[in-house]
């Protein structure tokens, strides 16, 4: 069972930055994708960017390319969201998933990936 935990979230003024942390445990060997969500009140699930463990091959939704950043420490099984030129509308819950049985490409539907951060709170103050 694969559990994920992430971290880094918190209040922020626009035009700062923060790095979110998704630690994993509890995992296979095996092929899987890592991926980052959001989910502002009101609003529909996000994808935001993803990383294939193996190849490091990345992912990136168009409303963040070039300010965010996904990464992997394949030592400690950590993936993170480095979160630059932050604005008021990125605050969100943001979450960390992972797709356990993947195809070629990162998939950017949630119903993709069979597990799930509990979600760290950003917010962006202007």
């Known amino acids: 069972q694969v559990q994920l935990v992430e971290s880094g979230g918190g209040l922020v003024q626009a035009g700062g930055s923060l790095r979110l942390s998704c630690q994993a445990s509890?995992?296979?060997?095996?092929?899987?994708?890592m991926a980052w969500f959001r989910q502002a009140p009101g609003k529909e699930r996000e994808f935001l960017a993803g990383i294939a463990w193996g190849t490091g091959r990345t992912d990136y939704a168009e409303s963040v390319k070039g300010r965010f950043t996904i990464a992997r420490d394949n030592t400690k099984t950590t993936v993170y969201l480095q979160m630059n030129s932050l604005e008021p509308e990125d605050t969100a819950v943001y979450y960390c998933?992972?797709?356990?049985?993947?195809?070629?490409?990162?998939?950017?539907?949630?119903?993709?990936?069979?597990?799930w951060g509990q979600g760290t709170q950003v917010t962006v103050s202007s």
């Open positions: 998933a992972e797709d356990i049985d993947p195809g070629y490409f990162v998939s950017r539907n949630g119903s993709a990936y069979e597990y």
């Open positions: 509890g995992r296979t060997l095996g092929r899987y994708i």
